[in-house]
């Protein structure tokens, strides 16, 4: 994978995302989509595990230190490491788990992979915070609110990555990933 051209494909994902979320947010609520994680969604269609694996990592790290949460009667915020790294790895796990069954090259695939990795994020997101609010930390933390939110972003990010697949799916290959299968025989003949 070339490395230089996804640091930057991914520094200009977080800066649409960050300098969008008010502008894509849904009336009040803090639903809005994620480029970075339809960023994510394209490695994990194309590279191999490994790749894959620790990409998620090191994206989830970027956003576990990215975002902020605050905590009951306090005028701190906390960053807490490893909710979101866990959430990328569950949600690209998910993602390589079904790549095999779909059509790589079609937008809409991208579009369906990441609604559903970001939905399994978000899930894990949940439970982590949840089980943090509950135990740890005296988090602001809605259970209902922030699954509800969470999943609608989700579905979100999805509708979005139909849009973006336009532009990353021609990526793929400059990135450095195999865009085609390899065929059952390798060239010669199957002993199948």
Not at 42 to 52: E, H, K
Not at 87 to 92: K, R, T, W
Not at 124 to 143: E, G, K, N
Request: glycine residues 10%; aromatic residues 8%; contains cysteine.
């Amino acid at each position: 994978m070339n490395r230089a051209l996804f640091v930057l494909l991914l520094w200009i994902a977080l800066g649409l995302e960050v300098g969008l979320k008010e502008a894509l947010r849904l009336r009040d609520l803090p639903i809005a989509p994620s480029f970075v994680f339809c960023c994510v969604t394209l490695v994990a269609m194309f590279a191999s595990p490994p790749v894959v694996r620790w990409t998620a990592l090191g994206v989830g790290l970027m956003m576990d230190l990215l975002s902020v949460l605050p905590l009951r009667d306090s005028l701190a915020d906390v960053r807490i490491l490893g909710p979101h790294m866990l959430g990328f790895l569950v949600g690209c796990e998910i993602i390589m788990l079904v790549r095999g069954s779909t059509i790589r090259r079609n937008p809409l695939t991208l579009g369906f992979l990441a609604g559903t990795g970001a939905l399994a994020s978000a899930v894990v997101l949940v439970c982590v915070f949840t089980l943090r609010a509950w135990v740890l930390d005296p988090l602001t933390w809605d259970l209902w609110f922030q699954t509800w939110t969470r999943c609608l972003s989700a579905i979100y990010t999805g509708l979005l990555g139909v849009v973006l697949a336009f532009g990353l799916l021609p990526l793929a290959p400059m990135l450095g990933m195999q865009t085609t299968l390899p065929s059952l025989g390798g060239g010669r003949a199957s002993r199948w």
